[in-house]
């Protein structure tokens, strides 16, 4: 499984970007596919998750009601719309796929997109 993120920038506090994740390869054999974030000096942190099967997505308390995501199959494309933005919202945003290779879970990055909110 392949990644490319797209879609970061510059942006002033209430502003908005939408996050594209372009997914290639053997996109069927993935279980989950998710958002996390990681600012300087911090650890990584999950946004976003949402199972292939369905079901609601688990967003990140800190960014629930602003973010949304989204997939358009078809084009094994995922989404993260993001409003409202605050500066505690810069970080590296990465896309990740989660692909269940009995015995384990194996995960996929992107290389990810920088994510500025100005204040």
């Known amino acids: 499984v392949q990644l490319v993120e797209s879609g970061g920038g510059l942006v002033q506090a209430g502003g908005s970007l939408r996050l594209s994740c372009a997914a290639s390869?053997?996109?069927?054999?993935?279980?989950?596919m998710g958002w996390y974030r990681q600012a300087p000096g911090k650890a990584r942190e999950l946004v976003v998750v949402?199972?292939?099967?369905?079901?609601?997505?688990n967003y990140a308390d800190s960014v629930k009601g602003r973010f949304t995501i989204s997939r358009d199959n078809a084009k094994n494309t995922m989404y993260l719309q993001m409003n409202n933005l605050k500066p505690e919202d810069t970080a590296e945003y990465l896309c990740?796929?989660?692909?269940?290779?009995?015995?384990?879970?194996?995960?996929?990055w992107g290389q990810g997109t920088q994510v500025t909110v100005s204040s």
């Open positions: 949402t199972g292939s099967g369905g079901g609601s997505p």
């Open positions: 990740n796929a989660r692909v269940f290779t009995f015995p384990r879970f194996y995960d996929y």
């Open positions: 390869g053997s996109t069927s054999s993935i279980n989950a």
